[in-house]
């Protein structure tokens, strides 16, 4: 298994272009995450999917949409990039029933000049 | 304003001695919290997940405690090697069931050989 997979592990953007970061993971969990990791902050959760079909804010939605594309991926789009939006992307998921474990993808970093 | 609180400060601690690290929390009442591990450049890594009636957790050298009086949860490492070196992160759903995670800034252990 590969676990949770994101796609692409680098990106430079220039502001106001878009851009879709990809996430999958193949472990059939029902829940998935995208949080952004930036220094001195922590991880901060940008939007969540607690099921297929559904998707809800996180504690910093502005400026991103996400797709729950199907069970097993989720995907985060920059409409208009902007130079705040620079940073460290993580996709997670979880099996979404108590067992509240999130295993997490291997980042992308993000750069928006 | 900081909603979980990790000493933002480096702990250096010499090979072989007991680690500790503090999470402390405010206005949340978890149903349990979680403890992951992050290197640099990767996505963090689940260690360990203590529930609110439970008050200790341990895992092969990992000691995990959670007082919901004192709204804190401590994390021992104890007979400390240098690969235990990594940031390490505490994690909380501030209100179960949300899926909103929280997670601290996370302490940087070093250990010294």
């Known amino acids: 298994n590969a676990g949770v997979t994101q796609t692409p592990k680098f990106q430079v953007l220039k502001t106001g272009q878009s851009m879709t970061l990809q996430c999958a993971q193949d472990?059939?969990?029902?829940?998935m995450y995208w949080y952004r990791q930036d220094p001195g902050m922590g991880l901060r959760l940008i939007y969540y999917s607690a099921s297929e079909g559904t998707t809800d804010k996180g504690e910093v939605p502005n400026g991103y949409n996400v797709s729950r594309l199907n069970k097993r991926e989720f995907s985060l789009r920059l409409e208009s990039a902007a130079p705040s939006q620079t940073s460290v992307y993580f996709c997670a998921s979880s099996v979404g029933d108590g067992q509240e474990t999130q295993y997490f993808g291997p980042g992308t970093r993000l750069l928006v000049l | 304003s900081q909603k979980i609180e990790q000493n933002s400060e480096a702990l250096n601690i010499q090979e072989g001695k007991t680690a500790t690290l503090t999470c402390n929390y405010t206005n949340y009442s978890p149903a349990y919290l979680q403890w992951y591990r992050q290197d640099p450049g990767r996505g963090p890594v689940f260690l360990l997940l203590?529930?609110?009636?439970?008050k200790e957790k341990r895992k092969e050298r990992l000691k995990v405690t959670f007082d919901t009086t004192l709204k804190q949860s401590l994390f021992h490492i104890t007979a400390s090697q240098p690969a235990d070196s990594a940031t390490y992160l505490c994690a909380l759903d501030p209100s179960s069931g949300t899926y909103k995670y929280i997670f601290g800034t996370g302490t940087r252990l070093k250990v010294l050989a």
């Open positions: 472990m059939n969990h029902n829940s």
């Open positions: 203590i529930r609110e009636n439970e």
